[in-house]
């Protein structure tokens, strides 16, 4: 049986991950620390729902404690690793960047250290499409300049990028960064857009609309994101040519890719969407930009579809009804 490790298995995209390679057959070990950045009660539930599995093993944890990491490594002899632990959120990083160091600096540094010491045949680690920052030029390719991030968020996570390259050089790692692009849907976060836009209307509250709507997004379903992430596991940098658009290093077996739905949707149209799902309207108070944030973001999906033979398709409405639906079932909210 195959062995994966998943960080941050209890959290939304790590869930998901983690249930389509139990339900292919592999053995999945999970690392999460259900911290309470949000309401840990969350994580528990996805990962009850893992746990059903035998195949599943829940270790409790922070990547960033030292030595966790290069233990578990030698006891599993994972086969291919997905680092998605991390301190997210662009407004929080303002507020508390010391955990954003903490998570995703140290994290991943011990992630590395780990690899460089029981090497898994494929690690693919998380970035970010704010790695693009204040680039204007779109689709976001992976070969543009990425060197203006604009939240300290972001800075971590394109650091990632440059930290995993260097191992990938040195030690011969086989290393694929992603940049996701606005995931939502079921078992979303509460600090995301969605649950922020959903809980609102439900509750008969205002949403708070920046930039005064005029804001575009890739959103990216859950389901599609990871289905992406699964397919490029079998495509080892270094194994499988991607044609004449790759970024694939010159000298190291490492790549980016986009993960992204190629088509940025309107703020408003996706406001809008909720508001249908829900069966009422929402009150919208307009207020301008935040800090650290960008008017749009557009995933060129070139190199996803060269290496996988997959694009994401699920269209903004279905995606943001099944969102709807589980918050409705999950918070226990009627239709009245």
Known sequence: MRTILVTGAAGFIGFHLSR??????????????????????????????LLDNPNYRSVRGSVEDPG??????????????????????????????????????????????AARAHPPKHMLLASTSSAYGANTKMPYRETDKADTQMSFYAA?????????????HLFGLPVTMFRFFTVYGPWGRPDMAPYLFTSAIFEGRPIKVFNHGDMKRDFTFV???????????????????????DSLSPVAPFRVVNIGNGAPVPLLDFIAAIEDAAGRPAERQMLPMQPGDVPATWADTTLLRALSGYAPQTEVPDGVRQYVDWFR????????
């Open 20 to 49: 389509i390679m139990l339900d292919e057959g592999w053995r999945v070990v999970g690392l999460d620390n259900h911290n309470d950045y949000y309401d840990p009660a969350l994580k528990a539930a996805r990962e009850a729902q």
């Open 68 to 113: 966790l990491l290069t233990d578990l490594f030698a006891e599993e002899r994972p086969e291919a690793v997905v680092h998605l632990a991390a301190q997210a959120g662009v407004r929080y990083s303002i507020q508390n960047p010391r955990a954003y160091v903490q998570a995703n600096l140290l994290g991943t540094f011990e992630l590395l250290e």
């Open 156 to 168: 971590t996570k394109k650091s990632n990028e440059a930290m995993a390259h260097s191992y990938a």
């Open 223 to 245: 389901l599609d994101l990871v289905r992406a992430i699964r397919l490029l596991i079998d495509a080892v940098p270094g194994d499988k040519p991607a044609g004449d658009f």
């Open 329 to 336: 079932d999950f918070y226990r909210i009627g239709n009245g």
